[in-house]
């Protein structure tokens, strides 16, 4: 019948030449002994019907995967993708910034700098991250379509045979103690604005006015010089920043060893901000003298200004290390 005809053109069309002709005889003797002699159309439709879609019965007589990632190699490849593009997204941002800053020569506004690091930024990872998806992508669909293994039963990350002993392996994680992707790139991302805000904050923070229509940048706040000059207990900081991040990405949960780094991490960077706040030249006279015009009011950073900062980076501080144990303490 001509409905058969169809579908056994259906399933051999989406297989090698070379097999096509021995399927194509094996399939209609499947279906012919699945009929009486003399079958009506509605009972070849019931026994078509019982063979399935002719693009999945394919499947079953194909040597290769007809998907493009077929599902022996599904989870580790959306593994991968999950753990490895978030990494690169990173770097290339670190990267960026990082170029921009060593590129700056001063003469162009500081705006439309910072505006152009962004937009190369988000074009930078957004390219990144198609590159490397599409490297895995190709990896993964080349391992699959050469793996000479008859088991086709998905595999684990460690490239092995899923076993219930596999199970130990993995931790419960609940909810409240889990560490997700956003809040550790968003720790890079942090990190990476402190790198290029504190080595410009000359050129960044402190006054605009709007001058002949366009808004410039007048006074700085602070003595770049100063800054300058906790360059390495800066640097062993950011350092201990960008361990922790990495630290969190691998621990993908909050635990008492991770809430006794953070401590340390903020112990570090409260002690940096500590030093470095109480220069007393860290202020530019000029700012001062600004603030004074601008509220008749005399400014001294010294004393209880000087006094609440700190106390308040403290109380942040506290409340940080105190909500990394109270996440690491949750109980199963």
């Given at each position: 019948m001509h409905l058969i005809d169809i579908y056994i053109q259906e399933v051999t069309r989406r297989l090698p030449e070379k097999n096509r002709e021995d399927i194509e005889l094996e399939l209609r003797s499947t279906i012919e002994d699945m009929l009486p002699e003399n079958y009506s159309e509605k009972e070849a439709k019931e026994a078509l019907a019982s063979l399935g879609n002719p693009a999945l019965l394919a499947s079953g007589y194909s040597d290769q995967p007809m998907q493009l990632i077929g599902p022996r190699y599904f989870d580790m490849y959306v593994t991968l993708l999950k753990m490895i593009i978030p990494m690169v997204a990173i770097i290339t941002l670190i990267v960026v910034i990082t170029e921009n800053i060593i590129t700056y020569n001063g003469e162009e506004a500081?705006?439309?700098?910072?505006?152009?690091?962004?937009?190369?930024?988000?074009?930078?990872?957004?390219?990144?991250?198609?590159?490397?998806?599409?490297?895995?992508?190709?990896?993964?669909?080349?391992?699959?379509?050469?793996?000479?293994?008859?088991?086709?039963?998905?595999?684990?990350?460690?490239?092995?045979?899923?076993?219930?002993?596999?199970?130990?392996?993995?931790?419960?994680?609940?909810?409240?103690?889990?560490?997700?992707?956003?809040?550790?790139?968003?720790?890079?991302?942090?990190?990476?604005?402190?790198?290029?805000?504190?080595?410009?904050?000359?050129?960044?923070?402190?006054?605009?006015?709007?001058?002949?229509?366009?808004?410039?940048?007048?006074?700085?706040?602070?003595?770049?010089?100063?800054?300058?000059?906790?360059?390495?207990?800066?640097?062993?900081?950011?350092?201990?920043?960008?361990?922790?991040a990495f630290y969190k990405l691998i621990a993908a949960q909050w635990t008492t060893k991770l809430a006794i780094m953070n401590t340390v991490r903020i112990v570090v960077s409260t002690i940096v901000f500590i030093i470095i706040f109480n220069n007393n030249s860290l202020i530019n006279p000029e700012f001062y003298m600004y603030l004074e015009d601008l509220f008749h009011f005399t400014f001294e950073l010294q004393g209880p200004v000087q006094l609440g900062v700190i106390l308040m980076w403290v109380i942040l501080s506290v409340i940080d290390v105190v909500q990394g144990f109270r996440k690491a303490n949750i109980k199963r």
């Open positions: 500081i705006l439309g700098t910072m505006l152009s690091v962004v937009g190369h930024g988000f074009w930078g990872i957004i390219s990144s991250s198609i590159h490397t998806f599409f490297w895995i992508t190709l990896v993964i669909a080349i391992l699959e379509r050469t793996d000479a293994s008859k088991d086709k039963s998905p595999l684990t990350p460690n490239w092995k045979e899923w076993t219930p002993d596999d199970l130990k392996n993995i931790p419960y994680i609940r909810k409240e103690k889990k560490i997700s992707k956003a809040d550790i790139f968003g720790s890079f991302f942090w990190i990476a604005i402190f790198v290029v805000v504190y080595f410009n904050a000359f050129r960044l923070i402190g006054v605009y006015e709007k001058v002949e229509g366009k808004l410039q940048f007048v006074i700085p706040t602070f003595n770049q010089e100063v800054l300058h000059s906790y360059w390495l207990i800066v640097l062993f900081m950011l350092l201990l920043e960008v361990a922790f």
